[in-house]
T-cell receptor, first 113, second 112 residues
Framework: ETGVTQTPRHLVMGMTNKKSLKCEQH?????MYWYKQSAKKPLELMFV???????ENNSVPSRFSPECPNSSHLFLHLHTLQPEDSALYLC????????????FGQGTRLTVV | EDQVTQSPEALRLQEGESSSLNCSYT??????LFWYRQDPGKGPEFLFT???AGEEKEKERLKATLTKKESFLHITAPKPEDSATYLC?????????????FGQGTELSVKP
């Protein structure tokens, strides 16, 4: 079983749909992250959680809503998305906040139609 | 402003042709530098952590080095399976928080 697991791997949704991305880490880490990766662009940090508390919201539109019920699980709730939100969404975790290496899941490829 | 810049954007090599990838950075107080490998459509895979200037790490055909201003990822006698995008990242720590800042990556293609 991989350290960081994301589901689903692929998601196609309409602009009026509501869906959620799930991330689970089995590494005993305290910090979890959501990143967005669009074609030919650097990884963009979206949210950071440390011990279940949100410590960073990188000016992300409110149509993206994170939830961290415990240190092992992270969700990204999606509603009324736009086609430009289509991207690879990556979850990561690290032992501590950012000064230790982060480990990534395989990502969710999201397509908004 | 803290910044991470990678070069070149893309690199095409023949199998066995050694080369280097560059990661330049400006940061107030280096707390480490990470190298990742990313295959298309997959999450980045952790390769190395470097913490101080002069430090070197090796893994198979890859060697990462660090100076006060930049890091190099040296690839010796690459094989087609080394084709991927290589990313470097720096941790930024601030009051009550922190995050990883990534460079834009170098897309490496190794032809047989």
């Amino acid at each position: 079983e991989t350290g960081v697991t994301q589901t689903p791997r692929h998601l196609v949704m309409g602009m009026t749909n509501k869906k959620s991305l799930k991330c689970e880490q089995h590494l005993g880490h305290n910090a979890m992250y959501w990143y967005k990766q669009s074609a030919k662009k650097p990884l963009e940090l979206m949210f950071v959680y440390n011990f279940k508390e949100q410590t960073e919201n990188n000016s992300v539109p409110s149509r993206f809503s994170p939830e961290c019920p415990n240190s092992s699980h992270l969700f990204l709730h999606l509603h009324t998305l736009q086609p430009e939100d289509s991207a690879l969404y990556l979850c990561a975790s690290s032992q501590d906040l950012a000064d230790t290496e982060a480990f990534f899941g395989q990502g969710t490829r999201l397509t908004v139609v | 402003e803290d910044q991470v810049t990678q070069s070149p954007e893309a690199l095409r090599l023949q199998e066995g042709e050694s080369s280097s990838l560059n990661c330049s950075y400006t940061v107030s107080g280096l707390r480490g530098l990470f190298w990742y490998r990313q295959d298309p459509g997959k999450g980045p895979e952790f390769l190395f952590t470097l913490y101080s200037a002069g430090e070197e790490k090796e893994k198979e055909r890859l060697k990462a080095t660090l100076t006060k201003k930049e890091s190099f990822l040296h690839i010796t006698a690459p094989k087609p399976e080394d084709s991927a995008t290589y990313l470097c990242a720096l941790p930024m720590i601030y009051n009550q928080g922190g995050k990883l800042i990534f460079g834009q990556g170098t897309e490496l293609s190794v032809k047989p």
